[in-house]
């Protein structure tokens, strides 16, 4: 379903001229090659530019329309009109021991570009061929007009041709010469043709298929979502990429499509089309190609964009949900459109699809923001954020003291299909948080907006409904909840009495109180009365009479442990009144 939607979408941009045409596509270029009419080499000139990313101005190789690339694996393949200096001038980087196999790479690449521009008699044509015959590829190394670049070109910084200021890739002749050995069939009697699995045609299927790239994770150069490479992952004899067979054309719009909504970028040099979740790029496209779906789509995983207000984005939002369209950037969302999201993970030289759902714009709009009105509570006046995005829910699961603080990557996935279908949150998620809780004792806005939506949606006979509120329930007296507030409370007893004490009772008990307040109440409550001593009447007075109140709500005796589900009500508990006592002194002040 996804190759064929990807095939889809790549028609219909080709058809809006918004991605290069079949046989072409985009590569990162860094110098040309400035040849004369006879071949000789003048020069490199730099393609180098600047781009903003973010606060910061970064120089970065040319993005242009060029040849597709072919699929590099261990042997030596060559590119048309561009390549990096191994391939274009014979330049080796790895020692003399590697010099037979930059000497092989530029053959290839000679042999390549004769065999398709020796009868074509236009200047650019013959200044190639001139060149390629003339360059003495055992001496680049030595080259003056080479060593001033060396560095970058050991990088692997690729080139191309520009001759009397006309890049080659631009000639129409050259232009027709690649599209004609493009389109043709490699002709290879040992491989059988075989039906198209996406158009049904009958076609001489490829064993590798273009690299997919900006994939966080994978090489470089680029990865395969297909690819089959050892004996064990064959089937009836075939090999590679004979076990799904795809013609040369499926293969080039799939992996044409994947690449655009990849290397596509806002003016901050932000990804406009796909996020990171976790180590799984998560890409998203509209069955019409427009780009305002993705962009609505973007703004509310991001919680906002910095150019639109949150009223705005909530107004288009509650339009969608409720099936109306409306006008966005100058363009029209149908709710009803078709919409994909496909979830990528890196694997070195191979990827892995980690989650692939198609639904309507307006229910997974809907789905999403069901998610976000579940989350929703009571924030702290200094967190500007109206929601929490996806990627600082994720993080909540992880410890962020650490420097490689990553979270799982299946608890990511998991999450990320709970939101976007409307399904059941995974266990694991409200598990991770309980542990991050017990670990570092810190229930903020997120984590409890993690608890309240985890509850609410995975719906718990253990759990009270009275207590997933926005704001405090000071009526109920679900024994759990309550008890999070009480200490609470005696926390803010004991910060009164002993202002900038280092370690308080959240400190040593708050992980023990919400497993087992049997125990560790009467303690508390034995010290809170210390602590009450140390405070002003008017103090004692206020705090005493929150103590009666939820005192006179426990109406059984201290459990003597909670169970999971419980201690989930303890932390909404504790983090109602909590907000609730700061949000008072805010005010005050």
Known sequence: MILQALVEYYEVLSKDNKIPKYGWDNS????????????????????????????????????????AAVKKSSGIASNFLFGNATYMFGLNSKGSEKKERALRCFDATKELHLSLLNSNTDTAAVAICDFFNSWDSESAEQDERLIPFVDDLNKGANLCFIVNDIFAQNVPSIQAAWNAEFGSDEADDVIPKMVDLIT???????????AIKGILGAQSSGASLISFNAPADGSYGKE???NAPLGKYSAFAYTAALNY????????????FSKMIGDTTLVYWSSNGEEPYQ????????????????????????????GRPIDWSRAGIDPDNKFYLLGIAPNAARLSVRFAYCNTFGKIIHNINEHYRRMEIEKPSFEKDSIIP?????SETANQKLKNSNPSPQLCEDILKAIVTGSTYPTTLYQQINLRIKADRIVNWRRASIIKAYFMRNRNYNTNEEVLTVKLNEETVYQPYVLGRLFSVLEAIQDDANPGINTTIKDKYFTSACATPSVIFPILLNLTEKHLKKLSTGKKIYYSQQLQSLLGKITESYPSHM???????????????????????TEEN
């Open 563 to 585: 169970t999971l589900d419980e201690q989930g009500a303890f932390q909404l508990g504790y983090y109602h009144q909590t907000q609730k006592r700061f949000t008072k002194k």
């Open 240 to 242: 590679q990429n004979l």
């Open 28 to 67: 990162k270029i860094s110098y040309a090659i400035e040849l004369d009419e006879k071949g000789h080499f003048l020069r490199l000139q730099s393609l180098m530019q600047e781009e903003q990313r973010g606060k910061k101005t970064k120089t970065v190789p040319r993005l242009m329309i060029l040849p």
């Open 261 to 272: 909504l990849l290397s596509q970028r806002d003016g901050d040099g932000n990804k406009r």
């Open 390 to 394: 996806l990627w600082r829910m994720v």
């Open 200 to 210: 049904g045609d009958i076609v001489e299927p490829l064993k590798i298929h273009p």
């Open 295 to 322: 962009d609505v789509l973007s703004d509310l995983l991001d919680g906002g964009n910095k150019m639109l207000s949150n009223q705005d984005l909530q107004n288009a939002v509650t339009a969608i949900c409720e």
